[in-house]
């Protein structure tokens, strides 16, 4: 509730990436923000107002846990070298650009390829399985049925 003045201020600056006329540029999950830009400058304005913002109500972003990752179409990818050179900066302090990033139990890659992600899940899952057979082993198989569907299959992705 803290911050949705920030993301009504990042919809009303109308930076940001948009998926038909949904507004996306501002994604927000408790304490985490995620912005997406269609460019440099649209990110740097986004980090703009998220600065305003953070001295107006005194709050601070951590540029050192923030990370950048430029997503680029194939044709592009060339372009890639060039942005490690680009200063983006939260609080006068510049973001790291990283090739892939985990947000919100995702890994995301900047080459657009979710196989990493897929593998990880695959792996969650498996260990969430051996968890609730290790540590249940003595119980019905009914019960395990349960606590299965309750702790490996939520949609939520809840570890033990």
Not at 130 to 145: E, I, R
């Amino acid at each position: 509730m803290y911050t949705d003045g920030l993301l009504v201020a990042l919809l009303r600056a109308n930076v940001g990436c948009y998926i038909g006329r949904n507004y996306v540029g501002a994604l927000a999950y408790a304490d985490d923000l995620v912005l997406t830009a269609p460019s440099a400058s649209a990110l740097c304005k986004m980090l703009t107002i998220c600065d305003n913002y953070a001295t107006e109500f005194c709050m601070s972003f951590n540029a050192s846990k923030s990370k950048c990752a430029v997503m680029l179409p194939r044709p592009q990818q060339c372009l890639r070298p060039l942005l490690q050179y680009s200063d983006i900066k939260m609080g006068g302090n510049t973001i790291k650009f990283v090739s892939s990033c985990s947000d919100l139990r995702h890994l995301i890659t900047d080459g657009l390829n979710d196989s990493f992600d897929i593998a990880k899940r695959q792996g969650d899952f498996i260990g969430q399985v051996n968890s609730v057979l290790y540590y249940f082993h003595q119980l019905t198989s009914a019960v395990k049925y349960r606590l299965f569907r309750s702790f490996c299959t939520s949609l939520y992705g809840c570890e033990l």
